[in-house]
């Protein structure tokens, strides 16, 4: 389970940083059905595993806090048994998933001050908590519309429209992300997730930085939605991740490189709002 789910994290198989997060974690669990002799043994297992899956994808906060936050806590508790410490895992297994899951929920349900009825937005890549505040403006009796990009080059995005074409009340229009500035007039709100903030600095899936720019020049204001688990103030480095170039172009590139990044860096001064599970925070 832990080799499937770090191919599954690192192939971009499930798309959505909380999702991640909680794949990451629970994949922790087949460690529970193994013997080892002593506590020390078991430590070992799960510091090296945990250091597997959060090598998965270094660049998501939340899957690193996720994974540290039952590692860390166990390793660092004096159990006197193997099964002690099993049940202790088990026990921060289901304690860390609850806070992720939860985390995402009370942000959804923040978000809901910012999705009027008959308001247009538009949004980028995948984000599950995006997808539960428009779920849950629908089932308030609001009805909006949501402009979609592809969010290339993995076209993440399509996943999302089609999911929301699933939901009364959403009208989802598939755009390219170049088109974003094209139809970010007709829109009310930029409506995205977030991969992690650090500091200043909000990293998310590659094309956020210039639908953000883009969005201020035409003077619609941009909110970025997530679990504030994912808002970090120090001790923890973003790094970015290059996919092959062959998502890019199939053919073979000859003459000319392909540099195929996953993720951007957007200033914080571009948002006109953060929502996490604690609340609003405008810039």
Do not use: W
């Given at each position: 389970?832990?080799?499937?789910?770090?191919?599954?994290?690192?192939?971009?198989?499930?798309?959505?940083?909380?999702?991640?997060?909680?794949?990451?974690?629970?994949?922790?669990?087949?460690?529970?059905?193994?013997?080892?002799?002593?506590?020390?043994?078991?430590?070992?297992?799960?510091?090296?595993?945990?250091?597997?899956?959060?090598?998965?994808?270094?660049?998501?906060?939340?899957?690193?806090?996720?994974?540290?936050?039952?590692?860390?806590?166990?390793?660092?508790?004096?159990?006197?048994?193997?099964?002690?410490?099993?049940?202790?895992?088990?026990?921060?297994?289901?304690?860390?998933?609850?806070?992720?899951?939860?985390?995402k929920r009370e942000a959804a349900e923040n978000a809901l001050e910012v999705l009027e009825d008959d308001t247009t937005v538009l949004t980028h890549d995948y984000s599950s908590t995006?997808?539960?505040?428009?779920?849950?403006?629908?089932?308030?009796?609001?009805?909006?519309?949501?402009?979609?990009?592809?969010?290339?080059?993995?076209?993440?995005?399509?996943?999302?429209?089609?999911?929301?074409?699933?939901?009364?009340?959403?009208?989802?229009?598939?755009?390219?992300?170049?088109?974003?500035?094209?139809?970010?007039?007709?829109?009310?709100?930029?409506?995205?997730?977030?991969?992690?903030?650090?500091?200043?600095?909000?990293?998310?899936?590659?094309?956020?930085?210039?639908?953000?720019?883009?969005?201020?020049?035409?003077?619609?204001?941009?909110?970025?939605?997530?679990?504030?688990?994912?808002?970090?103030?120090?001790?923890?480095?973003?790094e970015n991740e290059y996919r092959a170039g062959s998502e890019v172009m199939p053919e073979p590139a000859e003459g000319f490189d392909v540099s195929n990044p996953t993720y951007d860096?957007?200033?914080?001064?571009?948002?006109?709002?953060?929502?996490?599970?604690?609340?609003?925070e405008l810039f």
């Amino acid at each position: 389970m832990i080799d499937e789910t770090v191919e599954e994290i690192q192939g971009m198989q499930t798309h959505s940083s909380s999702t991640v997060a909680v794949k990451a974690t629970k994949a922790l669990e087949e460690l529970l059905d193994r013997e080892y002799a002593t506590v020390e043994e078991f430590h070992r297992a799960l510091e090296q595993n945990g250091t597997v899956l959060r090598g998965a994808n270094p660049s998501h906060a939340s899957l690193q806090n996720a994974v540290r936050g039952v590692v860390d806590i166990v390793v660092e508790t004096e159990d006197d048994t193997v099964e002690e410490a099993k049940e202790h895992t088990a026990e921060r297994i289901e304690a860390v998933i609850e806070a992720v899951e939860s985390g995402k929920r009370e942000a959804a349900e923040n978000a809901l001050e910012v999705l009027e009825d008959d308001t247009t937005v538009l949004t980028h890549d995948y984000s599950s908590t995006v997808i539960e505040a428009l779920r849950l403006a629908t089932e308030a009796g609001k009805t909006v519309d949501v402009y979609v990009t592809e969010a290339r080059p993995r076209y993440i995005g399509r996943k999302t429209a089609r999911t929301l074409a699933e939901m009364d009340g959403v009208e989802p229009t598939l755009i390219t992300d170049g088109a974003s500035g094209h139809y970010l007039a007709e829109c009310d709100r930029v409506l995205i997730g977030m991969t992690s903030i650090v500091e200043d600095t909000l990293y998310n899936r590659v094309g956020t930085f210039p639908i953000a720019a883009a969005a201020r020049e035409v003077g619609v204001p941009v909110t970025v939605v997530g679990s504030g688990s994912k808002v970090i103030t120090q001790g923890f480095v973003f790094e970015n991740e290059y996919r092959a170039g062959s998502e890019v172009m199939p053919e073979p590139a000859e003459g000319f490189d392909v540099s195929n990044p996953t993720y951007d860096a957007t200033p914080v001064a571009l948002l006109e709002s953060v929502i996490t599970d604690e609340g609003r925070e405008l810039f």
